[in-house]
């Protein structure tokens, strides 16, 4: 595999539009518990555990009921809300090309890269991911699709309060043979190590054969070293093949660490959209695709599936179109969340969580938000929901 140094969702939007924060949104340290209110381009398309120890008083999930107010509007297509280690701004990363950043005052541009983005469909700016000594080295990660079609990971160097646009230094660079499947999350995990999510490579029925490649970096879990004192990246000791951790993965357009625990949305293609789990430290599992289609066969009636991953929550077209994944909720204003790992559909607008039993729980019915692309968390880790309307929602427990 040679990867060069150095998905479905429609917008025209125009990326120099400027969002504000509603009257009553709060910014707070992630030593604070936040009451934050209750929508961007999405994937495509194709069942709780112990609560921890709060402050908050005691509940079941059978009895918490949750409630959203808009904290945010104005965006073009925000496809990502994060907060860095130490810092509790949030940092919104709209689909177009442009980071915003927001203390308590409206948004302001933290870094645009609108010139070198393509923004249509699946393609745009995709991740973000702050260091874990973001503090001191002041660096973060970006993935985009440039005007190429390219996939591309840059480190940059934040200077102040903005992120200077001089300093961007190209890692890693992957062709795409389609503009669908893009995948585009990229997450330093418990390893600090970098870990990237990459797609199929578009089109339909793994037309392009990398769903069981381990010599491609498409339908793959990449994981790479990187950091101040590495020039462009390195590979760390088990992958499964030079940058490649796991294969068998059609879109993963969001994933999620918890402990040693990896979550992924899988977008699905015409049947099932699936979340998986798997203990990220056990070794290189293959998710399946395009053998399997969620736990059901997809190339043939008749498959093996011995060690494949298998989801833990599949659901079929009948209940949505495109699985936007996802969120572990670890904060404590809802202690009985804890655990649980967040989606939502594209299309049909519910909003729903599972734990590691494998029980689903709908917290918002069909037709609640419209066009749901993507999660965030403040720094007290309450969760958000993003979506193609340009507002993101804030989540808070009735009562």
Request: glycine share 12%; net charge negative.
């Amino acid at each position: 595999m040679i990867l060069a140094v150095a998905g479905c969702s429609d917008s025209d939007s125009d990326a120099t539009v400027q969002p504000t924060l509603a009257a009553a949104t709060t910014i707070a340290p992630a030593s604070t518990t936040t009451s934050v209110p209750p929508s961007t381009a999405a994937p495509d398309s194709t069942t709780s555990e112990a609560p921890s120890t709060t402050q908050a008083p005691q509940r079941s999930l059978e009895n918490l009921d949750l409630e959203f107010t808009e904290a945010a509007s104005g965006f073009a297509q925000p496809v990502l809300m994060v907060t860095p280690p130490g810092d509790e701004r949030w940092f919104v990363v709209d689909q177009p090309g442009v980071i915003w950043a927001t203390s308590g005052a409206d948004p302001e541009v933290f870094l645009d890269i609108s010139d070198d983005v393509s923004f249509s469909g699946e393609q745009g700016l995709l991740g973000l991911a702050f260091h874990p000594e973001f503090a001191s080295n002041r660096l973060l990660y970006i993935y985009y699709i440039d005007n190429s079609g390219r996939t591309i990971v840059e480190s940059v160097a934040a200077v102040g309060d903005t992120a200077d646009p001089t300093s961007r230094r190209e890692i890693l660079r992957v062709d795409q043979p389609a503009g669908n499947h893009n995948g585009g999350m990229i997450v330093f995990g418990p390893d600090d190590n970098l870990w990237i999510g990459l797609g199929d490579g578009g089109g339909a029925n793994d037309q392009f054969g990398h769903g069981q490649r381990q010599d491609s970096p498409l339908a793959s879990m990449l994981r790479i070293s990187v950091g101040p004192e590495i020039d462009g990246y390195t590979i760390p000791a088990g992958n499964l093949e030079q940058e490649v951790w796991a294969v068998g993965l059609r879109n993963p357009w969001r994933f999620a660490f918890d402990g040693d625990d990896l979550w992924i949305g899988d977008v699905g293609q015409n049947l099932i959209e699936e979340v998986d789990v798997v203990d990220w430290t056990t070794g290189n599992p293959n998710f399946g695709w395009s053998i399997m289609e969620g736990s059901s066969c997809f190339a043939s009636s008749d498959c093996d599936d011995a060690g494949l991953v298998l989801p833990i929550y599949e659901y079929f077209h009948t209940e949505g179109c495109s699985i936007t994944g996802g969120f572990v909720y670890r904060g404590s204003a809802m202690p009985e969340l804890a655990g649980q790992f967040m989606f939502a559909d594209y299309c049909t607008g519910w909003l729903r969580s599972v734990g590691k039993d494998g029980q689903m729980w709908e917290w918002f019915p069909e037709g609640t938000f419209s066009g749901t692309i993507g999660f965030g968390a403040d720094a007290a880790g309450e969760p958000y929901v993003l979506t193609t309307s340009g507002s993101i929602f804030g989540l808070k427990p009735v009562g």
